[in-house]
């Protein structure tokens, strides 16, 4: 007998209690300020754990960090104001209410990126080792961090009447979707996907510890970029409030670009057998070791 899911129980739809967690006189705790930090400190813990792992010096990751959040946060909130200039050049205040979200995860990525090429550099150590190190903890902060959309009511698909629907109030509707009450919980969809990325990460990264499998140096990011992107891929196509280029959603664009630049540099690995160009060559006395 088949499952007549629109049968379930109400309680799997979704209303959010709303962004702020606490106020307590002139201090606000807001639910996606308080992901974020949750995301990093789990985060950072996460890398050192695998860096001690993998025999790479614990503190180095720490050092990372700062630059990580240095280059991804105001990344993140820079790549979001662009796309949504006409939003902002009326109040341009607003720009640095990332408190009331509006960032961008690729526009993080890449801030996170290019920090992580200086970090390198400057410390003669090996940018594809610490990618490793940190895309794991990168894709489970993505998917604690995607709750933060639940809690503003933001980043939501369009309608539908799923078990599991969300409901947004009317203030956080799209104007054409105004006669419509709940929408497909999109963030929802993501983190789950997310989550089980950071499994698929995790269970390479043990495996190639224990010997099973001969994981080469940048084998972890490279997985990460197709392994999401191809999530947000689909899940992009549902959503109401894509940053747009032209007709483009660009994290759809974003996400093809991720793909191609994932599986050639796997091809490169694996394929070709030939090791990934780095910004320079690590120094042993450094701590990190291929």
């Known amino acids: 007998m088949a ?3 629109t049968t379930l129980p109400l309680a799997f739809q979704f209303t959010s209690p709303g962004p702020i967690l606490v106020k307590l006189g002139p201090l606000t ?3 996606y300020g308080l992901l974020i930090a949750s995301a990093v400190l789990i985060g950072v813990n996460l890398s050192q754990y695998l860096a001690k792992r993998r025999h790479v010096n614990p503190e180095l990751i720490s050092d990372l960090a700062i630059w990580l959040v240095i280059g991804a946060i105001p990344a993140a909130r820079l790549y979001y104001v662009i796309f949504e200039w006409q939003e902002y ?3 341009p205040e ?3 209410a990332i408190w009331q979200g509006g960032i961008a995860i690729h526009g993080a990525i890449i801030g996170g990126a290019i920090a992580a090429l200086i970090f390198a550099k400057l410390k003669r150590v090996s940018f594809w080792q610490l990618a490793d190190l940190v895309v794991p903890s990168l894709i489970l902060g993505q998917a604690i961090g995607r709750w933060g959309n639940f809690f503003n ?3 939501f698909g369009s309608p539908t009447d799923l078990p599991w629907k969300l409901y947004i109030p ?9 006669g419509f009450e709940y929408f497909h919980p999109t963030f929802l969809y993501e983190s789950l996907w997310n989550i089980a990325v950071f499994g698929l990460l995790m269970f390479l990264f043990l495996r190639g510890l224990r010997g099973k499998l001969n994981l080469k140096v940048g084998t972890l990011a490279l997985i990460y ?7 947000r891929l689909w899940i992009e196509g549902l959503r109401t409030d894509s940053l747009m280029l032209g007709p483009l959603k660009m994290a759809q ?3 093809l670009v991720g793909i191609g630049l994932g599986l050639a540099g796997l091809a490169w690995l694996y394929v070709a057998k030939r090791p990934l160009p780095d910004v320079i060559a690590p120094s042993k006395s450094d701590g990190v070791r291929d």
């Open 3 to 5: 499952l007549d899911i």
């Open 29 to 31: 705790i807001r639910w």
């Open 89 to 91: 050049i009326y109040h």
């Open 94 to 96: 607003r720009i640095i």
């Open 153 to 155: 009511s933001e980043a």
């Open 170 to 178: 009317l203030a956080r509707r799209p104007p054409d979707l105004a």
């Open 225 to 231: 970029l197709p392994a999401y992107s191809l999530g």
């Open 253 to 255: 664009v974003i996400s």
